[in-house]
């Protein structure tokens, strides 16, 4: 038997012990009647005498008791303590907290990357001139180990001239997104990026309330124009919920790709993205958007051989209309236009291959 066990076992033979004395000190008692009064002193019994020490012993075996309880149940709030202190501690270290001009990130190799992606750095150094596309602002960067992923995320905060980095480096712990949350939240005017480094590891546990945790995260906070999440990740599989969680995918520099397959689905199926893509596109047009160098046909059966969900038709379409205000804005083109080129572009940044 252990220590702490033989205390509790102590401590309720005592406590019961002590209860049931003070029990019998308290309950009233019916005495015969006395036929006279005339008793001498020494024939008088002592009672009241008996009574009160019987109920001082009782209540101080109560008072023993509770102490011995209080020392019985010690080693257990000290482990509850230490462990508070010490997921406090986890939690602490697993969220970076940084002011942008502060960071260097030591780069090189992405000239061209950069360039390409001058409209999506844009749309979060100025979200107001894009607020009426409803972009998602979620990208994942994609390469293999040591690629420089995390560089690439810090130097788009600071071209985007973002004012924190908030990196959550344990995004395997449902603690530590809960905080990360709770810690983005207050940022409710500062304009920030959520690096999430190695969020594929988190979807390959399979655990409900971590994916739950993580979903959360990433789908509150991207909807947040001041914010800017992003994460990183070396193994993409199509159509997963990894690949459902974030509309832009981005690869380094060396990543191999494979070619995007063509989607075999049931006309039922082809028929329902057609018509979401015409949505998209009337959409596009409603906000002045116009096709050029191709026909309506032409762009929604390109958009139906490579999607798979209204999800990615939506964010192709709405990744074209980012391209041609970004274009607009620079004085590249006089009308914001969606070209053959403008498509590709972002048909590679929604559907994304890698080679296994």
Known sequence: MTTRTALCALFLAVFGLGWKLHAQ?????????????DL???????????????????NNLVVIATILGTIAALPALIEFLVE???????????IEDEDTQTLQPRLAGFDGLLRDIADLVDRAASPVKYQNLEVGNEILILGGPLTGKKSFAQVIAKRAKLERVITVWNVR????????????KSYAR??????????????????????????????TTSERENVLVVGTATKLTPDSLLDNAFGIKLCVPGTPKAAAELRSTSPEA???????????????RAAGLALTELSQEQFVQRLIEVANSPAEIEDIVVLCMTTAVYRQSKGLIKERLITPEILEINIERVIVNLEQ
Do not use: C, W
């Open 40 to 58: 001498s002193p020494a024939a008088t019994p002592d009672v009241p005498e008996q009574a009160d020490t019987v109920e001082f012993v009782g």
């Open 270 to 284: 082809r028929q329902v993205l057609a018509d979401v893509a015409a949505y998209y596109l009337d959409r596009a």
């Open 173 to 184: 712990n449902a603690d530590v997104l809960a905080a990360a949350n709770t810690l983005i």
């Open 25 to 37: 000190t308290t309950e009233p008692t019916s005495a015969p009647a006395i036929e006279h009064t």
């Open 190 to 219: 500062r304009r920030i990026m959520v690096l999430l480094p190695n969020i594929d590891l988190a979807y390959l546990k399979e655990d409900d309330e971590l994916l739950n945790e993580l979903d959360a995260l990433i789908e």
């Open 84 to 94: 508070r202190r010490k997921r406090k501690e986890r939690i602490d270290l697993s």
